[in-house]
């Protein structure tokens, strides 16, 4: 989870990411260290877990959008703040739980080793057509230690991600769309409109719905097909019965949109 950095001056959680609510139902969280390509210090790493939290824990939020300040979304980790500090606090948790509300990442610029790990947080990423992704951390003496290793196992075949790790060598966004790691390719300066547009999509569609399809798709590389088709049977069940259920059936025999659309 490596980077680079010029600044060796500690930013505060509230400054390093920054929060702002669209649409009444999206949460837009910014990496907000610019001069650094935002790369991740203790205070980033925690305002970012604060700011995940703020995204499950409101019941008016149904969506995250992740991106990051100036003209990149994020450089990994800040390798002078490591030199002096240690690892960034809180990270390794925060890249192992994620978020259970949806979550797309808006990719300017690069996203390099622990700023990948942050992208592949998302549940969609969007990257503009300039981006670049990678896991440079070999060439500085670490390894992807952020999850990136198991999560691109469902994603990439195992000799790309081989060549990623063990080179350090950089995909460019449009080889990443090619092979499923981004599902959007955009134009440079392009990334946040689309991402909150999909986000729009998102909250257009019933919130019991897409968190059963969340956790589902979570749970497929941890858990045996016998325990997925139980998990799958209890959520079915017990969505079948749910308000969200009827009203979608409702709304679509009288021709109007559901209530959730609008709340």
């Known amino acids: 989870m490596t980077g680079s950095s010029d600044e060796n001056a500690a930013s505060e959680p509230a400054d390093a990411v920054l929060i702002d609510v669209v649409d009444e139902r999206i949460l837009i969280i910014t990496l907000n260290r610019p001069r ?25 939020l149904r ?8 003209d990149t979304f994020c450089a990994g980790m800040d390798l002078k703040a490591f030199a002096r500090f240690g690892k960034p606090r809180g990270i390794r ?12 990442a ?34 500085v003496g670490l390894f992807p230690s952020g999850g990136a290793l198991q999560r691109l196992q469902g994603i990439l075949p ?16 449009g080889q990443a769309h090619t092979l499923g790691l981004v599902s959007r390719l955009t134009e440079p300066g392009d990334v946040l409109k689309v991402a909150i547009r999909l986000a729009e999509l998102i ?6 719905g897409v968190a059963a399809s969340k956790e589902l798709l979570r749970a497929v ?3 045996s097909t016998e325990d997925f088709w139980r998990r799958q049977g209890e959520l079915a069940d017990a969505i079948a019965q749910s308000h969200d259920a009827h009203e979608g059936a409702k709304a679509f ?4 949109d559901p209530v959730w659309r609008n709340r």
Request: glycine share 10%.
């Open 253 to 256: 025999a009288e021709k109007r």
């Open 93 to 104: 948790t925060l890249l192992r739980e994620g978020t259970k509300k949806p979550l797309v």
């Open 203 to 208: 909250t257009r569609c019933a919130p019991l």
């Open 221 to 223: 590389p941890r858990t």
């Open 106 to 139: 808006a990719v300017e610029g690069v996203a390099l080793g622990g700023g990948l790990e942050l992208a592949l947080l998302a549940d969609l990423v969007v990257a503009a057509s300039d981006a670049k992704l990678g896991l440079p951390e070999a060439r």
């Open 63 to 70: 969506v995250g959008v992740l991106t990051g300040a100036g």
């Open 158 to 173: 195992r000799t790309v991600i081989a060549e990623l790790v063990f080179t350090g060598e950089r995909m460019t966004a």
């Open 36 to 60: 650094v390509k935002n790369a991740i210090d203790s205070a980033l790493s925690e305002g970012l877990a604060m700011a995940l939290q703020t995204l499950d824990d409101r019941d008016d």
